[in-house]
Nanobody, 120 residues
Framework: QVQLVESGGGLVQPGGSLRLSCAAS????????MNWYRQAPGNERELVAR????????NYADSVKGRFTISRDNAKNTVTLQMNSLEPEDTAVYYC?????????????WGQGTQVTVSS
């Protein structure tokens, strides 16, 4: 079955770094764009970073540009989010998402989420 398993969350002080990983299985990973979303309490889920299926194009929310880096390894079916210079506003549950659109159909898979807390 399809699985997306996130890891790497935790508690970090402002200015610190974390590296989130998402391990995928059960689908053709290299055919899917991969995204990281986050959701803070009381807020809607927001797109943080995305990477195309072959890794050639990345996009970031304005709030994380220059601080976060998304990358993928299609040989290992993994996607990572390197988060530097973390701020308290980055506190949220982070979700890994696999997305594919073709001929008017879309496929979306989600991980269970990993908590990131930025606090002193």
């Amino acid at each position: 079955q399809v699985q997306l398993v996130e890891s790497g969350g935790g508690l970090v002080q402002p200015g610190g770094s974390l590296r989130l990983s998402c391990a995928a299985s059960g689908f053709t990973f290299s055919s899917y764009a991969m995204n990281w979303y986050r959701q803070a309490p009381g807020n809607e889920r927001e797109l943080v970073a995305r990477i195309t299926s072959n890794g050639s194009i990345t996009n970031y929310a304005d709030s994380v540009k220059g601080r976060f880096t998304i990358s993928r390894d299609n040989a290992k079916n993994t996607v990572t989010l390197q988060m530097n210079s973390l701020e308290p506003e980055d506190t949220a549950v982070y979700y890994c998402n696999a997305h594919r659109g073709r001929n008017g159909y879309t496929w979306d898979y989600w991980g269970q989420g990993t908590q990131v807390t930025v606090s002193s």
